[in-house]
């Protein structure tokens, strides 16, 4: 009697050790950028790294670990990184990118499509140039890639390939950060950058303190801004763009699109009403309005929506306040 039961608390200590060393593997097994991701839908907040590889790879594992309903999705550049979700009135993910491009919306709504999460609204902001000179992403140069060569093969009816589901491996960490440390709000650093659980951007003081430092390049950006005056539309991006519209229609996804203005004193001097890429894209937008039925908020040009310098942080972004003052998202 007495062996048997020593054998049976033997089987049962053994199968608890496989449990214990299979969970604890599915955790170690997780990547460092992929723990930082599942962190912060924990509730953790995370600082902010200035490199744009890191966005895109954290927020690739937020989509891939989100719950697969969600209200509202943010998807844009830096000008919406700030917007969290008190500020659009529903439970929302934020999926902006700092610096970026139209071929990362594109990747991030194949990687929406892929993890089939779904969404009820998409906040999309278009920045000026955002169009112009597209051509579709090498999957060789950018994992990622993948996922937006996926979601255009949607949105157009074709035969879909499958995206480069193992991107991790090739994330190169940034030093000096620990990505799998969690961070209280007693802990932040005012003058740092930080994650919000919705993945919104918590600013720094330091936008605020810096603002001379940053406005005294106008002249500079100023010089780089004026080449703007040659570019032009893709067509491709254009058909990517009323496809993509279609898409969200036919999922009855509500869409809110945004223009970007630049600062009053560069959209003047260089006279930008008169660039093409302007005129091009604002007639794009009221496109969409008419026969597709979206929303639109803002302007390229800064008088339009009553936007002066002193609403502008450095020569390209409003600050958090401002921005929430001119745009709705209700």
């Known amino acids: 009697m007495v062996k048997i039961l020593s054998k049976k608390i033997f089987i049962i200590i053994f199968l608890l050790s496989l449990v214990f060393s299979f969970t604890s593997f599915a955790v170690s097994s997780k990547t460092a950028i992929e723990q930082n991701a599942i962190n912060i839908l924990n509730g953790s907040y995370a600082p902010y790294i200035f490199n744009k590889d890191h966005q895109l790879y954290l927020k690739a594992n937020a989509i891939k670990n989100s719950n697969k309903s969600i209200h509202t999705v943010i998807i844009g550049s830096s000008h919406l990184q700030s917007l969290f ?46 169009l112009c000179n ?44 620990d990505l799998t440390r969690k961070y209280n709000e007693e802990e932040l650093d005012k ?44 067509k491709e991006a254009k058909y990517i763009v009323i496809d993509m519209i279609k898409y969200f229609n036919n999922n009855n996804i509500k869409v809110n699109l945004m223009m970007i203005p630049k600062p009053p004193d560069i959209f003047d001097k260089l006279e930008m009403y008169k660039f093409p890429v302007v005129r091009e894209m604002t007639e794009l937008f009221i496109n969409l309005v008419v026969n597709y039925g979206c929303r639109i908020e803002g302007a390229y040009d800064p008088h339009f929506i009553g936007a002066t310098m002193e609403d502008f942080y450095d020569c390209y972004h409003m600050y958090p306040e401002s921005f929430k003052k001119f745009y709705k998202f209700d």
């Open 134 to 177: 597209f051509i579709i992403g090498d999957s060789k140069t950018n994992p990622l890639n993948s996922f937006g060569k996926y979601f255009i093969e949607v949105i157009k009816n074709k035969k879909k390939s499958k995206p480069i589901i193992d991107f991790n491996k090739y994330y190169k960490n940034v030093d000096g950060y």
């Open 85 to 130: 979700t008190k500020d659009v009135g529903t439970n929302c993910i934020n999926l902006s990118i700092g610096g970026g491009t139209f071929q990362d919306k594109l990747n991030t709504l194949g990687l929406l499509e892929y993890y089939k999460v779904k969404y009820n609204r998409v906040i999309m902001d278009f920045t000026m140039v955002e």
């Open 191 to 234: 003058n740092l950058f930080y994650y919000r659980q919705d993945f919104s951007t918590l600013y720094s003081n330091l936008v605020y303190i810096n603002r001379e430092a940053h406005m005294s390049k106008i002249d500079e950006i100023m010089e780089s801004e004026a080449n703007i005056a040659k570019f032009k539309i893709s």
